[in-house]
């Protein structure tokens, strides 16, 4: 459906951009702060370490006013959990705290509403000694850290999501650094799988304690959905899809919004002897939990065609967006009706439509974008300039796309775009650049951490000023 006449996008739509604690702060280890699970892993070979980062830390308020600039109406960032709790538990680091009320406050001046992820990749290395999530007391490790956040800055901070990508934790966990599995573990399925039904738990006591403590407050999840194309109108490839949809998505949502398992995951599940144990409360609580919103990062659709019953991935290493297999469910396919980025992400504008209209449908609650953006390399001229037409053409087909999606009849909050200043990728380093802002620095070379507007940093202040009416040069 091609539509004639566009609706406008909502009077108070949340235009930004976001970042996580662990990719842009630096000071990794200052004020108190403990280390997490990415201070200690091992570093991709070729990658910059997360010492420094942005150094977004100490430049905060810099950083604040040129999002100003560009006239953000709200900020989504991450509050890295070390920062206030250096061992995960216990004893409050009042640095952190310090630091996170200077963060909102400054957003506040500006008139930029804080979009606060409680957990965004960083499990403090102290609780991964102790068994991470994998250990089931990790549920209440999450709802006191989310007590402390409220208590702090719930005065102030009016939307809330709990944990970023939880999907990609469990599908692709090794890959981001996260996920823990015990040495020896005979079922490794069952245990990602578990690990995974405590988060969702967490989560769901969170937004119960965000609804009881902070009853003006707005809360929802932040998974990363990507709508599952079918490679071929075979039927065989159409079940793939819908298998593919389920494990990699609606599992996620059906839980966060229904409080109930995707009967096609649990299905999954039991076959593969990998059905998670419920400790006592755990199916109440999850069926207590209701969502304000959802937030979601998109970045691309995926396609998949049958799988055999004795495929197996080869030594390939998948990443957040990356085709994977799974024997007698699905296997990715390169979909030949889409372009690639430079680190090969296919590109899908309409599929960001379709994917937006497909969740819609099914839970009927306000969507929040919470990430969506094009990692490249771009470079620095000697005037100081940044000039990312492809960046500038990415985010405007994918605007027009949400503008579709609203005249479809989608409730839209906001759109906040990777990444609002330049930042470390989470397995790309340095180089795969998604920022409107450049900080001069390079993989190893520190530089001089100077801050430079990009083409597209001037190109969204547009956007933003006509509220998404002027998608033009």
Known sequence: MKHKTRKPFPENFFWGASTSAYQVEGANLED??????????????GTSDLTVCADHYHHMKEDVALMAEMGFKSYRFSIAWT???????????????DFYNELIDECLKYGIEPIVTMFHFDMPAALDERGSWGNPDSVQWFVDFARVLFENFGDRVKYWLTINEQNMLTLVGP????????????????????????MLVAQAKAMVLCHQMLPEAKIGPAPNISLVYPATCKPEDVIAAQ??????NWLYLDMAVYGIYNA??????????????FAPGDEEAMKNAHPDFIGFNYYNTATVEAASDEEVLADAVADQQSGSIEAGMYKGFRNPNLVTTEFGWEIDPVGFRAT?????????????????GLGAYDTLTEDGKVHDPYRIEYLRQHIAQIQEAITDGAQMLGYNPWSAIDLISTHEGMKKR???????????????LNRYRKDSFYWYKKVIASNGEDLSD
């Not at 650094?177 to 990602?192: A, H, R, S, Y």
């Not at 998604?434 to 001089?448: A, P, Q, W």
């Open 83 to 97: 920062r206030i709790l250096p061992k995960g538990t216990g004893e409050i680091n009042q640095k952190g705290i």
């Open 264 to 277: 096609i995951v649990w299905s999954y599940l039991e076959e593969n002897d990998a059905t998670p144990t």
């Open 243 to 248: 298998n593919f949809n389920a494990i990699r």
């Open 434 to 448: 998604y920022g409107f802002i450049y900080v001069d620095r390079d993989e190893f070379d520190l530089g001089t």
């Open 356 to 372: 937006i209209r497909e969740m819609d449908s099914r839970y009927h609650l306000p969507l929040l974008v919470t990430e969506n």
């Open 175 to 198: 890959v981001i650094g996260t996920l823990m599995i015990p040495e020896g573990c005979t079922n490794v399925l069952k245990e990602v799988y578990q690990q995974n039904h405590h």
């Open 32 to 45: 108190g702060k403990g280390p997490s699970c990415q201070d200690v892993k091992e570093v991709p070979e």
